[in-house]
Nanobody, 115 residues
Framework: QVHLVESGGGLVQAGGSLTLSCTAS????????MGWYRQGPEQKRDLVAQ???????NYGDSVKGRFTISRDNAKNTVHLQMNSLKSEDTAAYFC?????????WGQGTQVTVSS
């Protein structure tokens, strides 16, 4: 059984930083495309960042240059370093393994950026 557990969310002031972590069980994070998505109130779930099995990365346009996704294979964990946070980054952040169509999802962690 696959479990993705997110942690690291919270309340931060605009301009601050947070690091989210997603620890997986039941799968190896280096064998799946791992991603972070976010969903604000009454909004659709959008891609934030992905890291592929070959190590390549992909970012949503709104976070490029501010967020960094990384993978720790030894800990079977994926991180999302978020810098220069803005109020519009406020959302529930979800970890994903295997893509948004048929992949696995975590329960999400809330990030709130106060202006």
């Amino acid at each position: 059984q696959v479990h993705l557990v997110e942690s690291g969310g919270g309340l931060v002031q605009a301009g601050g930083s947070l690091t989210l972590s997603c620890t997986a069980s039941g799968i190896s994070v280096d064998r799946y495309a791992m991603g972070w998505y976010r969903q604000g109130p009454e909004q659709k779930r959008d891609l934030v960042a992905q890291i592929f099995t070959h190590g390549g990365t992909n970012y949503g346009d709104s976070v490029k240059g501010r967020f960094t996704i990384s993978r720790d294979n030894a800990k079977n964990t994926v991180h999302l370093q978020m810098n220069s946070l803005k109020s519009e980054d406020t959302a529930a952040y979800f970890c994903n393994a295997g893509g948004d169509k048929l992949g696995y999802w975590g329960q999400g962690t809330q990030v709130t950026v106060s202006s």
